[in-house]
């Protein structure tokens, strides 16, 4: 089993950058394909962007494409979301997760364990 834990989160005004951190315990990264997701108040969590395994392959949901870039240091058994160019509508809960799936999935239900989430607000 692994621990996930972000950071990173905050304030900050619309055309800014913030990365997040998720660093893991119990188990390495290495062997799960990892994602963020994001859930704003009174809507439910959405997609964000994905990493293989081996980290060559990523993916992205199409609003942060271009945008946000997401990233795995393997020695420090962590991953990283890149979110710059930030807008008012990137305000969300942001949560990693890790999933046993061999290949990356943009599907909720495919992570098996989950972050505590962390804040992003994105003034005007």
């Known amino acids: 089993q692994v621990q996930l834990v972000e950071s990173g989160g905050g304030l900050v005004q619309a055309g800014g950058s913030l990365r997040l951190s998720c660093a893991a315990s119990?188990?390495?990264?290495?062997?799960?394909?990892m994602g963020w997701f994001r859930q704003a108040p009174g809507k439910e969590r959405e997609f964000v962007a994905t990493?293989?395994?081996?980290?060559?392959?990523?993916d992205y949901a199409d609003s942060v494409k271009g945008r946000f870039t997401i990233s795995r240091e393997y020695a420090k058994n962590t991953v990283y979301l890149q979110m710059n160019n930030l807008k008012p509508e990137d305000t969300a809960v942001y949560y990693c997760?890790?999933?046993?799936?061999?290949?990356?999935?943009?599907?909720?239900?495919?992570?098996?364990?989950w972050g505590q989430g962390t804040q992003v607000t994105v003034s005007s």
């Open positions: 997760a890790a999933s046993t799936k061999v290949v990356v999935t943009r599907q909720y239900a495919e992570y098996n364990y």
């Open positions: 119990g188990r390495t990264l290495s062997s799960y394909t």
């Open positions: 990493i293989s395994r081996n980290g060559v392959i990523t």
